[in-house]
């Protein structure tokens, strides 16, 4: 997540000289950018360069990074009649220029045999940004308009479904092998409104992208230690575990033969001493035993402030354990 961020100077040089819509919006740039950790680490995977805002675009939503501020939107969604105006382009009109980047940097990883994966935002962290005043991470407004105005809610979730199933499946055609979901406010739920507000969305994408591609499909939120049973159920491919529980924990929580993936905290990697890190690192590959299938992450997006050295041990770790 993130991982092509701040954190690498050779990013950042690239960043000096092209705003982030532009970035995103060039194949040649957003390709370049998508490669760079690859070069520089030992990576499993490719994650594309493009953010999970960007498909709102062609919705009608105005949208742009603010340098130290991240992500802003201007036309922040008011009323119903509002929901009733939002377009769903097909995704070729509506980012195009993501599904490019895609043929182009699958062209350059598919012979070296490194996966690259697609992803969007979920239809409830993308309402965070949509509705949301206050904070997206806590969504008191989201919660608001989900419970005030119920009709209108669901007609939001369903024509963000479609948009994200849409994506989804055009990112797979495009190249992508892997396809993840990012719902990283979701933790702002309690299980009951999970279940009603948020859960059959969820479904419905799944349902859609599986009768339409082969690739796997990951579910990633965080704070959701009290979710993880109802998303389980759902029937994703992958669940993304944060670092807010031990995976022998979570191992409690949901089916151990459901693959998972996670989970040390982003602010280990950056802060931790080696020897500590090594010894979460360890941590983490020993608790993974108690699922069948894991895949070696962060419990959430890397920061600006991780020396790459770090990153480069993990690996090292990591892969001496394959
Ligand atoms: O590693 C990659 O480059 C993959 C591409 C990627 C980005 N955003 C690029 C990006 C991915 C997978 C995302 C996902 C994303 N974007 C999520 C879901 C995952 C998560 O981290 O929770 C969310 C919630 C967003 C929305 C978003 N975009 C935020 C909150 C921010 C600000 C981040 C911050 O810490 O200030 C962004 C900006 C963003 N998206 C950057 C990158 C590389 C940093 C932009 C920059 O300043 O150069």
């Not at 598919?110 to 904070?135: D, M, N, Q, R, V």
């Not at 159920?233 to 670092?243: P, S």
Request: aromatic share 8%.
């Amino acid at each position: 997540m993130r991982q092509a961020g701040r954190f690498l100077p050779e990013y950042r040089e690239l960043r000096a000289k092209h705003s982030m819509l532009e970035a995103i919006r060039t194949p040649e740039l957003a390709t370049e950018i998508t490669l760079q950790p690859l070069r520089r680490f030992d990576l499993d995977a490719g994650i594309i360069f493009a953010d999970i805002l960007t498909p709102l675009i062609g919705m009608g939503i105005n949208i742009d990074f603010v340098q130290g501020e991240g992500p802003k939107i201007f036309n922040p969604i008011k009323s119903s009649a509002d929901i009733q105006k939002l377009r769903l382009p097909p995704p070729e009109e509506n980012v195009g220029y993501t599904l490019a980047a895609i043929k182009m940097v699958s062209g350059e990883l598919t012979p070296k045999g490194i996966p690259l994966i697609g992803f969007s935002g979920a239809p409830f962290t993308l309402s965070c940004y949509l509705l949301e005043e206050e904070s997206p991470s806590t969504a008191p407004d989201v919660k608001r308009f989900m419970l005030q105005e119920r009709a209108a809610w669901e007609t939001l979730q369903q024509k963000l479904a479609r948009l994200v199933a849409d994506y989804l499946v055009a990112q797979a055609e495009s190249g992508a092998s892997a396809l993840q979901l990012f719902d990283s406010w979701v933790g702002a739920l309690a299980p009951a409104e999970f279940e009603v507000f948020v859960a059959p969305h969820l479904r419905a994408i799944l349902q859609q992208v599986k009768s339409r591609t082969e690739a796997p499909v990951v579910y990633f939120g965080t704070g959701t230690n009290g979710l993880l049973p109802l998303i389980a159920d759902l029937g994703y491919d992958v669940v993304g575990i944060d670092w807010r529980i031990s995976l022998a924990d979570a191992a409690r929580l949901l089916p151990t033969d459901i693959p998972v993936q996670g989970n040390l905290d982003p602010l280990l990697l950056a802060n931790a001493s080696p020897a500590y890190l090594e010894g979460r690192v360890r941590d983490v590959l020993r608790e993974r035993t108690a699922f069948k299938h894991h895949v070696f992450n962060l419990g959430h997006g890397i920061v600006p402030h991780t020396p790459p050295d770090n990153v480069t041990r993990v690996l090292e770790i990591v892969h001496s354990e394959r």
